[in-house]
């Protein structure tokens, strides 16, 4: 057979009941390649469902998502293969990947030649998953999601290109003409892109007939109450169950006919009749920012919000139907024109549109640099806001490998401003007119972004191998510097300073009177390049003054040519936190109530800071506060630099110093000052590994004073300053978690050395086991034997460093003395030797009885001078409600015997509980970072 291109015939029956799909599938697979194959692959990702060990599984538990690890069977899906034939009914070997579940490989009977086809037809029966997993499957209404739901041809090149399905919705396979026939109950009606042919219906079931030519995507709705409803324009139909709640139907029907004419003049012609939008499509890539706030406090009209999101969805889908790259590899050429036209049409039809919408005009707001940005501006925020934390990736990284930031967001808008990068670089919009070149010559047809690389070069003579060496291919940063300025009467001379490794251009700007009088590009710049331009009226220089270039600092880009000191930055105070404005120095206010003690009680106050929205290397805050039960002034300060370091383990190098007054008993004040240096590692080559390393260096100076109030025991240790090493070493993942650190620790009178490891396991059997095992050894104590104010501690630390968050620390009673922190022993139960001064070692563990109800049972050895070593125990019931932030302990047994039936239980139980916000943060950040 000459060459043509894949077929696939495919006869499905629906069993609601069983939520199974039998199908009989005939594949007619096109060797386009010149080589003589002996097997082909096929993609099975229904099967990524089946098991809590496939990818997709994995996936889930990397990003703290423990829907799928606590599903039951009968809530995950798999295929079962019956049987695979040739055209000739010879049966063929086949067998799913050990270590892709969900590709199939196909031993061929006969070899299959260059430009000749293989006929082979397949029998199994697809279970689908429920559809809270990826959104795909079946509901609770029993409505059927079908996505990836049938097996298909991978794409071979010069070698196979399968992957394992990771919720990343990229499949990548060739164009196909596709015949379904599918039978369901007569009660559902299907939404499909592909042309509906014939419907035949019997008694109480109904068959459909479907057909596309070309088609890449075959998704299915069939559901009973369907939502959707269809815009017919000049340029396609658009189906569309997306909520447009408060749009008339005339209104929706102008802004899909809008919206499709810029897809078509810009992209193309659609080569398909219908294009499918669904909720769904929206939820897994929508617009992030001001428009996910609420409905009462968004700041963008309704048909604004529909028309952005209709507009980003349709171009999503129109790119993935007809441009056929690798989307694992390749994907931020595919991300790349959707963010650029997406920012393209915000600037054609919404040129005035601000970031914070209406909320830019309100008296107050509109004071804030945040309120002067255009809606495109956010783009380049997000991106900026992990690169400022050296959190960003090579947009050639495979995307299973990015954070879910970046695969989601910042990859998404670095692709799209680097396009626009590139195109105000090389100018007369070749970009633009390449890109639409591209998609046309390309459409439906197997490409790479190489194939756009080399087309875009024949258009330009300028050089833009920049582009896809340095900005595309790797994480380097782009950041300028105008110095060394010197006027004379006909002239200005300057030094432009190229403050990073690379080769990327920069645009120079000359103004008069905040008016562009010219601008030029600068390329190739080494470490810096000398300028010389006339003198004319300019008044002010600037690098990249429209911020196109996505600079890691702006704030040293321009220079005045006015007064002696035209570098000095006027301040400008703000209440409340802003977006960087690079033309002046910022301090923020911020006012503050909080409660930290009961002590001190609520106390009222100001942060007065210079962190922005995007973080900098130096950040500085002071907040004096009033504590209202205390009468007294408190509060603390800070000041901090960090070095961001790039394609090392080694990646963040902070030192400064910090310094805080408060309460830590009745009438009793500390006052503590700690210089410091942090040095903070992950695996450079795998950022979405969960390990991580810590090593921290600070001294403490630590001083108390004691009110004529205090209700207090005496003071037996004098002020003490101790200086801390500690080294922490960590994975905390979901299914498997550890955590362990070194301590050491220097004072006058003492000296001590300290071991902590965690373990937990969550079993697949959805039981959780904690083991902590704690050593800790003074190598000199030569404090008053009469204190235990650094002993190691059985259940309640001292905490004479002050790290942790004790709302009252000092209480011996009552429901704040109940407050747990696990450190040092760990103990839950309060026993007869509470404290060691010579030297502890214990054992924590706990496991799942049912749900959040774990058992938990401690032992230990306690040795203080003069005391032979004590052993310890103590067992009760944990109340797990949300790990590490929120649990509870009912001691049951300990050496103090059946602790449940002793007179005061109620004081015996333990609470752990968190109120810190950036704690509780961590909470989300864990899933995206």
């Not at 790259?325 to 650029?340: A, E, H, M, T, V």
């Not at 400022?388 to 998404?412: C, E, H, V, W, Y």
């Not at 409660?595 to 500085?620: E, Q, S």
């Amino acid at each position: 057979m000459a060459i043509g291109q894949d077929k696939i015939d495919l006869v499905a029956s629906i069993d609601v009941a069983t939520k199974t799909i039998k199908i009989n599938e005939r594949i007619v697979y096109q060797n386009q390649s010149n080589d003589t194959l002996s097997a082909i692959y096929l993609n099975d990702w229904n099967n990524s469902y089946s098991t809590k060990k496939t990818p997709l599984a994995k996936r889930f538990t990397e990003e703290f998502n423990d829907k799928f690890h606590f599903a039951k069977s009968e809530q995950r899906g798999y295929t079962v293969i019956t049987k695979i034939k040739d055209k000739l009914g010879a049966s063929l070997t086949y067998a799913n990947l050990k270590e892709f579940p969900d590709v199939v490989k196909v031993e061929l009977q006969t070899p299959l030649l260059p430009n000749q086809s293989y006929d082979i037809t397949l029998s199994y029966d697809v279970v689908l998953p429920d559809d809270n997993f990826t959104g795909y499957g079946i509901s609770p209404e029993n409505d059927f999601n079908l996505k990836y739901w049938y097996i298909t041809p991978t794409v071979y090149n010069g070698e196979w290109q399968y992957y394992s399905n990771k919720n990343l919705d990229d499949l990548y396979i060739s164009k196909a003409d596709m015949t379904i026939q599918i039978e369901f109950p007569l009660n559902y009606q299907v939404i499909s892109e592909l042309n509906t042919i014939d419907i035949k219906q019997y008694k109480d079931k109904q068959t459909f007939f479907l057909y596309g030519k070309d088609r890449v995507n075959t998704h299915l709705i069939i559901s009973r109450l369907s939502e959707f409803k269809f815009v017919q324009t000049d340029d396609f139909t658009i189906y569309s169950d997306l909520s447009s709640k408060g749009i008339p139907t005339e209104e929706k029907a102008i802004i899909t006919d809008k919206i499709t004419r810029f897809i078509t003049e810009n992209l193309g012609e659609y080569p398909h009749e219908r294009l499918l939008i669904t909720n769904n499509d929206y939820k897994k890539d929508p617009l992030y920012g001001l428009n996910q706030l609420p409905d009462f406090i968004r700041p963008f009209s309704d048909n604004f919000q529909y028309e952005l999101k209709l507009l980003k969805t349709v171009l999503n889908n129109y790119l993935e139907n007809t441009l056929l790259i690798n989307p694992r590899k390749d994907y931020w050429l595919r991300d790349g024109i959707q963010i650029y036209f997406l920012m393209k049409y915000v600037e054609t039809y919404y040129p005035d549109t601000k970031l914070l919408g209406t909320l830019a005009d309100f008296w107050g707001i509109r004071s804030f640099h945040a309120a002067d940005l255009a809606y495109n501006d956010h783009f380049m925020l997000f991106f900026m806001q992990m690169v400022r934390t050296n959190l960003d990736q090579p947009l050639t990284t495979s995307k299973d490998s990015l954070l879910k930031f970046n695969a989601n967001i910042a990859g998404k808008y670095k692709a799209g401003i680097g396009l626009r990068y590139l195109d105000d670089f090389v100018n007369a919009n070749v970009v633009e007119q390449v890109i639409s070149d591209y998609l046309k010559n390309y459409k439906l047809q197997i490409t790479s972004s190489t194939d756009f690389q080399d087309l875009i070069k024949s258009k330009t003579s300028k050089d833009i191998n920049w582009f896809f060496t340095d900005y595309i291919d790797s994480r380097k940063k782009i950041d300028f510097k105008i110095n060394k300025v010197h006027k004379f009467d006909d002239s200005i001379q300057f030094t432009i300073r190229n403050k990073r490794d690379n080769s990327m251009p920069i645009s120079l700007f000359t103004l008069s009177k905040d008016s562009v009088v010219s601008k030029s590009w600068f390329e190739n710049i080494g470490k810096e390049r000398r300028v010389t331009i006339p003198r004319d009226s300019i008044d002010k220089l600037a690098l990249n003054y429209y911020n196109t270039i996505p600079e890691f600092n702006l704030r040293d880009n321009y220079k005045s040519m006015k007064g002696f000191l035209f570098n000095n930055k006027p301040f400008q105070f703000r209440l409340f936190k802003d977006v960087e404005d690079p033309y002046y120095n910022q301090i923020f206010l911020m006012p503050l109530v909080e409660f930290n003690n009961i002590y001190d009680g609520l106390t009222l106050g100001a942060k007065f800071y210079n962190k922005t929205v995007l973080r900098k290397r130096l950040n500085y805050k002071f907040s004096p506060q009033y504590a209202t039960k205390s009468k007294s002034l408190t509060g603390g300060g800070s000041v901090f630099y960090s070095h961001l370091i790039e394609d090392m383990d080694l990646y963040n190098v902070s030192y400064g110093m910090g310094a805080k007054y408060n309460s830590f008993a009745e009438d009793s004040f500390v006052s503590i000052f700690t210089p410091s240096i942090s040095l903070s590692f992950r695996d450079n080559d795998d950022f979405r590994s969960d390990k991580s390393r810590f090593l921290n260096l600070r001294y403490l100076n630590i001083s108390r004073e004691v009110g004529q109030n205090a209700i207090i025991e005496d003071l037996l240790e004098p002020d003490y300053s101790v200086l801390n090493l500690r080294y922490v070493n960590s994975n905390p993942g979901l299914v498997n978690f550890y955590k362990w650190y070194y301590d050491v620790q220097f004072a006058e009178k003492f000296g001590k050395i300290a071991l902590n490891y965690e373990y937990r396991k969550l079993s697949e059997s959805n039981r959780q086991f904690n083991l902590r095992l704690f050593a800790g050894m003074f190598l000199y104590n030569n404090t008053d034997l009469n204190s235990d104010y650094f002993s190691f501690a059985l259940d309640r630390p001292t905490d004479y460093l002050f790290d942790y968050n004790y709302l009252g620390r000092s209480e011996a009673s009552g429901v704040f003395s109940q407050q747990i922190i696990i450190a040092e022993g760990g103990f839950k139960s309060r026993l007869e030797t509470p404290f060691a001064n010579q030297w502890m070692t214990t054992a924590n563990a706990s496991t799942t009885i049912w749900k959040y109800i774990e058992a938990y049972g401690d032992i230990g050895l306690v040795k203080s001078k003069g005391f032979n070593p004590v052993f310890v125990y103590d067992s009760g019931i944990k109340l797990d409600l949300v790990t590490d932030y929120f649990e509870l302990y009912f001691p049951i047994y300990s050496n103090l015997g059946w602790e449940i039936g002793q007179p005061g239980y109620d004081q015996r139980i333990r609470i752990k509980f968190t109120l810190d916000p950036q704690a509780l943060l961590g909470l989300f950040r864990r899933k995206w970072y």
